[in-house]
């Protein structure tokens, strides 16, 4: 079946499409603690820059002190991200979310104690460490309790638990770090992380829905890590993820800078337009997820990087005709329209992975790609600030759209790659396999529904 008239319906139905429910009762709370999580984490890397000010008067630390603590929470995470993932396809998933949360309260609690750079540095360390387990433990019960055409919806509510968990951590740990001290800022934090905590032991510990490869819960690292990159899907998807982030890494570091040089915006004015473009993201990953869940029901073959394509397409020909526009006017509603693509992008793509690792591997391919990922994370800032010195921040953001470009290319290829590796999936092997029959999809999404 041809994507284009199914995407005509599902664009005139996109309000249905988000009122529509996920899978119901204890998956639901399961589902909504982990975003919990998901939001709880990016609180505390936004409050730490919302109370950096705070730290810096407070205590005496430098701004370098204060980037430093927060490389060290994203390095430190990185390198424990391999080792959660072995966990989380080998132990009990809830019960380790449980304790990646009672040290991530502890850690808050020692944020908040500390009155030296070295007490903080190490707590900063800690919570890094537990950050890292969010990840690989959702991929792994995503993968086990949700359907495959509610994947997508799924992951779009994570990430945008993530948008909401930084906007809270900017507006409410900063006002309450404002008026009662920087100390509190992390101490109410820790509060909710007690709240999750108590419903944590209300959740249950669904079947693990593994293929018929077993033995791959105990592979090693090592060896998991080469299965996993020789899913010809996965590794096209993880790098075309990757070269998606770097123009929102662009807008994330330096929107502010361009909109004041190329419009001449103010103090006050060019932060609120970057309230819009993020609500247009956040909008975005919302409907993203829907459509994408909705062509798969509509059985139309890769629809989910059908997903992917038509947001990296339509969001390079929005922000191109932005970027060359002279006026403000014309260009903001097409940079809103753009990040809403960009956001649009993320939810088929994690789901995806989802639906083409076998799911014994989920957790360890979540933290592989994580660690992959990082270095573009860490990259993209670098890349436009020297580019910017040089070229200028207008001709910058107008070339950072060639990565997007190349995005798109690398999902040209998942579309002919996709169907084979979704069902060596299913049968857990990553070698060559014919397309799904319609049957064969039904009955596993069919055992999948049961589990929710």
Same mark, same amino acid.
């Given at each position: 079946?041809?994507?284009?008239? =199914? ?18 009762? @204890?998956?639901? *709370? ?13 609180? %505390? ?31 430190? &995470? ?73 994947? &997508? ?15 809270? !951590? ?14 509190? #800022? ?22 693990? @829905? ?6 791959? $819960? ?17 590794? =096209? ?21 361009? *909109? ?20 247009? &993201?956040? $909008? ?8 994408? %869940? ?6 139309? @073959? ?8 038509? #947001? ?29 693509? *960009? ?23 979540? $933290? ?25 921040? !207008?001709?910058?953001? *107008? ?21 084979? %590796? ?20 039904? %009955? ?9």
């Amino acid at each position: 079946m041809s994507p284009f008239p =199914v995407l005509r319906r599902t664009a005139a139905r996109a309000i249905d499409a988000v009122r529509h429910h996920g899978p119901p009762g @204890r998956t639901r *709370l399961l589902l909504g603690l982990l975003g919990a999580v998901f939001g709880l984490q990016a609180a %505390d890397m936004s409050t730490l820059g919302a109370t950096a000010p705070l730290l810096e008067a407070g205590l005496g630390f430098s701004h370098a002190q204060i980037g430093a603590l927060a490389s060290t929470s994203a390095v430190v &995470g990185v390198l424990a991200t391999l080792p959660v993932g072995v966990l989380a396809d080998r132990v009990n998933r809830v019960g380790l979310l449980r304790i990646v949360v009672v040290l991530w309260t502890v850690g808050m609690v020692w944020v908040g104690l500390s009155s030296t750079f070295a007490m903080m540095l190490m707590a900063r360390a800690m919570l890094g460490a537990v950050a890292a387990a969010a990840g690989p433990i959702a991929a792994s019960l995503v993968g086990d309790v949700v359907a495959t055409e509610e994947r &997508g919806h799924v992951f779009g509510r994570l990430l945008l638990a993530q948008l909401i968990g930084t906007t809270v !951590g900017v507006t409410v740990s900063g006002e309450i770090g404002g008026l009662i001290g920087w100390r509190w #800022a992390y101490w109410w934090l820790a509060a909710v992380g007690l709240v999750i905590v108590a419903l944590l032991g209300k959740a249950t510990e669904p079947r693990r @829905r593994s293929s018929s490869d077993d033995s791959s $819960a105990r592979m090693p690292i090592w060896r998991a890590a080469g299965r996993v990159l020789r899913i010809k899907t996965n590794l =096209v998807l993880i790098v075309a993820s990757a070269f998606g982030y770097y123009f929102f890494a662009g807008v994330a570091t330096f929107g502010l800078s361009y *909109l004041r040089t190329a419009f001449g915006i103010g103090q006050v004015a060019a932060p609120a337009i970057l309230v819009v473009l993020g609500l247009a &993201g956040a $909008a975005g990953v919302l409907v993203g997820g829907r459509v994408a %869940d909705r062509l798969v029901r509509k059985k139309v @073959r890769a629809g989910r990087v059908w997903a992917v394509l038509g #947001a990296f397409g339509g969001a390079v020909v929005f922000l191109v005709t932005a970027l060359v526009a002279s006026t403000l006017w014309v260009t903001l509603p097409l940079l809103v329209a753009g990040a809403a693509l *960009l956001g649009a992008a993320n939810p088929p793509l994690d789901a995806a992975r989802i639906d083409i690792v076998p799911r014994p591997l989920l957790g360890r391919a979540e $933290a592989i790609r994580s660690v992959l990922r990082s270095g573009a994370d860490a990259s993209a800032p670098v890349t436009f600030g020297l580019l910017a010195g040089s070229l200028g921040m !207008g001709h910058t953001f *107008l070339l950072m759209t060639a990565p997007l470009v190349v995005a798109f290319g690398l999902g040209a290829i998942a579309l002919h790659t996709y169907p084979d %590796d979704v069902a060596a999936a299913e049968s857990g092997s990553t070698s060559k396999r014919a397309s799904p029959r319609a049957n064969h999809s039904a %009955d596993a999404d069919a055992s999948l529904r049961s589990a929710s």
